[in-house]
DNA sequence: ACCTGAACACCGTTCAAGT
DNA sequence: ACCTGAACACCGTTCAAGT
């Protein structure tokens, strides 16, 4: 790829950077890593990958970044840039509003799930920021103080795990394989959770609406929704 | 190790088999996968060590096994065999407790969260029944069928989200590396959801009786616990 | 300052061949 | 039926050296 870089000697080096390529910076770095993420999946992200895409060896790399883990947290700063809570209207409308932005963004790149937790809290800024807009529309919602922290980690949680699993289970429904499920698993049989893609969206939207539910009622605020029951397309 | 075979013979050949080892059985191949897990951690765990525990070479797996991803979904199968809700009891603190067993069993060998995802619904006898145990709880707190699916969803997303977090993360609380979180992300800086593993019960507790509870109320039976507020150690 | 080649210590999986 | 050795096609990371 990238032979965007036309070759100006008659020199035998097969370099890019011998063949006249400005200086590679971090950016490049971490945004070539975006893209062969998007492209190839996790599992297709190497290093040595990365700088065959980017006309280098692996060696290079390792100026711009630390190791890999970094190359990724890099990616998640950025894929997260955008995720941002409406910057008006009622605690619940917004809180639920980043909950969706969140599960959008990440569902595209639900590897940095992972890389997010191995990160601990040696989160970068736009990460930082995000968390921070949750907790304060959390805290918003009149709950004590001391419940919010538990609040923010039951809807991390579930953002989490809910993009987690959708993202890494085949999106088909196609149901167990075992002979006979329907005799050794009644309750299975009976309410199959197919993970069908209008399944998946309706049942975030419950998940989210649930969760939201049990912190309003305390101070009062009308339920969003009602907790059960909404029309199937 | 497994020295357990006893020298026969003075032949030179070093091969276990070789030595009189007895056959080994696809249960000997789990097991050790098991223990390498447990001691080593997931990536500690790789078919050449596996080999070399078991004093063979990597290709011998390959007739046990048909490739990694088989191996680990056997130690899901062996690490849920012991997880079932009490048998007697209301059904909300079956629930709760099946909850707990899932989290304890899962929280030694986090991983398994990420075989499981992967595996979409071809899971094993023993991971279904744990499913058909859930649901069948679920759909005995008297919600409306048809929501059965999704409340289910709600739950398994929180255990594992939980799981996979409080595993992943360092279990030290240390805090935002930046300059000044105060300054930057005051929400944050108010409510640190430091992940001390007493927090952790606690948010554990906090979260499922919040879902729980959220499923109660509309037959009227009595909440679980209230919803916030319960004294700290 | 930025890049390179070569090396080190690993991976999962296949396959023909042995017993 | 069960196992082996050797090979294939990969990994992440380091390091002395080059420009």
Redesign the interface.
Known sequence: MSRSAFKKTGRKSTSARAKGRVALTREDVVAAGARLLDSEGIDGVSMRRLADVLDTGPATLYWHVRDKHELLSAVLEETLRDVRAPSAGPWDERLLELLRRGRSALRARPALI?VL???????G?ET??V???A??LI?ASG????????????F???????V??EA???G???????KD?TR?????A??????DPA?MD??FE??IA??V??LA??RGVKAIRP???RA?S
Chains 1, 2 share one sequence.
């Open positions: 992972d937790w191995r990160s601990g809290w040696e989160l800024p930082l920021r968390v921070d807009e907790i304060g805290a709950i004590p103080d001391r419940d919010v922290a538990d609040v923010y980690y039951t991390t949680t579930f953002l989490f795990g809910f987690a699993a890494t289970s085949p088909t429904g196609r149901f167990p394989a075992s499920p050794a698993f009644p309750h299975l009976k309410h199959r959770p197919a993970a399944g309706r049942r419950a998940g649930r969760l539910a049990s009622p305390i907790r059960h029951s199937r």
